[in-house]
């Protein structure tokens, strides 16, 4: 009986991202960027010690659509450690197409190369890909693009919603096409598929989206002709499928790295599988992603604001954490709370990074004193 292929299967890096960071003195990167490199350093430490077969990577390398140089160079450099290792399937995600038509995707320069054991998925195709444990047939549905998929369509006359509903069932049948294909081999068989699939709970993607997402209904990828689903797109790592038994796994890896406080309970990590035909047994690995932490302090009645705000630093750990305290405060208040002494608080504490957000109750509420509505309270936002 031959070996099960093992898959490491990520997605979502965002490269780029630079919120909450500052300038790196020794390479000029930003830190927040630097973190999400150190992430992908996790993943292929992580492949070369399990021995891996089969690395996919499902979809959104970089944070735009048009990455600076600098961004690609440190990418390249890591994809082609990845591919030393095993063969590389590189998704091509929305945050990966090209800005108009006709123009190439941030990641296509692979395949313009010919760069050796990666494969760049930008088509709704399946190949079979031969690895040291054997063959496997590995098919690609890329993020799917509206414009792409109305070409044979005609949409004049018909709401948003016909349209949607009739985009859904073309993209449906494309899946099923794939699905067919699979069905023709004996191999292990894994879906990579970069999209939104109804119900997954989504994350901080919401805020990124580049345009309206086609949502595919689970039927239509919980299909027995596949082994394993590996998905990106929803940062939030999660298993579609995890109460069945009858439909293989379908599996988001959820990004490596958290992007902003939306993702503050998630946990970071990728996904290892071990495929054979007709099983899958998997699990998800958690990387030393950076941490979110948000302090709050209701210090509107403390006569010791100041002193109230340092103790719940001093009781909480934010050592190398992205750190954002919420103070509620009165004007009486705000007039004794020392914010450098609070700032240098948190720096002794170990705060990567800080931002004190000041939330004062409007005087014009306190003198009023009936119902707040229609009042909004005055805040102050700083960064360091």
Request: proline fraction near 6%.
């Given at each position: 009986?031959?070996?099960?292929?093992?898959?490491?299967?990520?997605?979502?890096?965002?490269?780029?991202?630079?919120?909450?960071?500052?300038?790196?003195?020794?390479?000029?990167?930003?830190?927040?960027?630097?973190?999400?490199?150190?992430?992908?350093?996790?993943?292929?430490?992580?492949?070369?010690?399990?021995?891996?077969?089969?690395?996919?990577?499902?979809?959104?390398?970089?944070?735009?659509?048009?990455?600076?140089?600098?961004?690609?160079?440190?990418?390249?450099?890591?994809?082609?450690?990845?591919?030393?290792?095993?063969?590389?399937?590189?998704?091509?995600?929305?945050?990966?197409?090209?800005?108009?038509?006709?123009?190439?995707?941030?990641?296509?320069?692979?395949?313009?190369?010919?760069?050796?054991?990666?494969?760049?998925?930008?088509?709704?195709?399946?190949?079979?890909?031969?690895?040291?444990?054997?063959?496997?047939?590995?098919?690609?549905?890329?993020?799917?693009?509206?414009?792409?998929?109305?070409?044979?369509?005609?949409?004049?006359?018909?709401?948003?919603?016909?349209?949607?509903?009739?985009?859904?069932?073309?993209?449906?049948?494309?899946?099923?096409?794939?699905?067919?294909?699979?069905?023709?081999?004996?191999?292990?068989?894994?879906?990579t598929g970069h999209f939104t699939v109804s119900g997954a709970a989504l994350g901080s993607e919401q805020n990124i989206m580049l345009g309206r997402d086609i949502a595919v209904q689970i039927a239509?990828?919980?299909?027995?002709?596949?082994?394993?689903?590996?998905?990106?797109?929803?940062?939030?790592?999660?298993?579609?499928?995890?109460?069945?038994?009858?439909?293989?796994?379908?599996?988001?890896?959820?990004?490596?790295?958290?992007?902003?406080?939306?993702?503050?309970?998630?946990?970071?990590?990728?996904?290892?599988a071990e495929v054979s035909r007709g099983r899958a047994v998997w699990e998800f690995v958690p990387v030393a992603a950076r941490r979110f932490v948000t302090l709050a302090a209701d210090l509107r009645?403390?006569?010791?604001?100041?002193?109230?705000?340092?103790?719940?630093?001093?009781?909480?750990?934010?050592?190398?954490?992205?750190?954002?305290?919420?103070?509620?405060?009165?004007?009486?208040?705000?007039?004794?709370?020392?914010?450098?002494?609070?700032?240098?608080?948190?720096?002794?504490?170990?705060?990567?990074?800080?931002?004190?957000?000041?939330?004062?109750?409007?005087?014009?509420?306190?003198?009023?004193?009936?119902?707040?509505?229609?009042?909004?309270?005055?805040?102050?936002?700083?960064?360091?």
């Amino acid at each position: 009986m031959p070996e099960p292929i093992r898959v490491l299967h990520f997605a979502d890096l965002h490269i780029g991202v630079e919120s909450y960071g500052r300038t790196d003195p020794d390479t000029g990167l930003s830190t927040r960027v630097i973190d999400f490199l150190r992430r992908l350093d996790e993943v292929a430490e992580a492949a070369r010690q399990r021995d891996a077969d089969l690395i996919i990577f499902a979809g959104d390398a970089f944070q735009t659509r048009t990455p600076n140089p600098t961004y690609q160079r440190e990418f390249a450099h890591r994809i082609l450690d990845l591919s030393a290792i095993a063969p590389v399937v590189l998704l091509v995600g929305n945050h990966d197409l090209p800005p108009a038509v006709m123009k190439a995707s941030s990641i296509e320069i692979y395949d313009t190369l010919n760069v050796p054991n990666v494969w760049v998925a930008g088509d709704y195709d399946g190949r079979i890909i031969e690895t040291k444990r054997g063959p496997v047939f590995v098919a690609a549905a890329p993020y799917p693009i509206r414009a792409r998929l109305m070409e044979d369509e005609r949409t004049q006359g018909k709401t948003i919603r016909e349209v949607d509903e009739q985009l859904q069932l073309t993209l449906a049948r494309m899946l099923d096409d794939l699905a067919e294909q699979a069905d023709a081999h004996a191999s292990p068989r894994i879906l990579t598929g970069h999209f939104t699939v109804s119900g997954a709970a989504l994350g901080s993607e919401q805020n990124i989206m580049l345009g309206r997402d086609i949502a595919v209904q689970i039927a239509d990828i919980a299909d027995d002709r596949w082994d394993y689903i590996a998905l990106g797109h929803i940062h939030r790592h999660q298993n579609l499928t995890r109460d069945r038994a009858d439909v293989p796994p379908v599996v988001y890896a959820g990004s490596l790295e958290r992007i902003d406080f939306g993702e503050e309970r998630d946990v970071k990590g990728y996904c290892w599988a071990e495929v054979s035909r007709g099983r899958a047994v998997w699990e998800f690995v958690p990387v030393a992603a950076r941490r979110f932490v948000t302090l709050a302090a209701d210090l509107r009645r403390s006569p010791q604001p100041t002193q109230d705000a340092v103790a719940l630093i001093e009781a909480s750990n934010v050592r190398d954490a992205v750190v954002r305290m919420i103070v509620q405060l009165t004007p009486e208040t705000q007039a004794s709370f020392n914010e450098p002494l609070v700032r240098e608080s948190l720096r002794r504490a170990g705060a990567f990074y800080q931002a004190i957000r000041k939330e004062v109750e409007s005087l014009e509420r306190a003198r009023l004193g009936g119902s707040p509505e229609g009042l909004r309270p005055r805040s102050c936002s700083t960064a360091t």
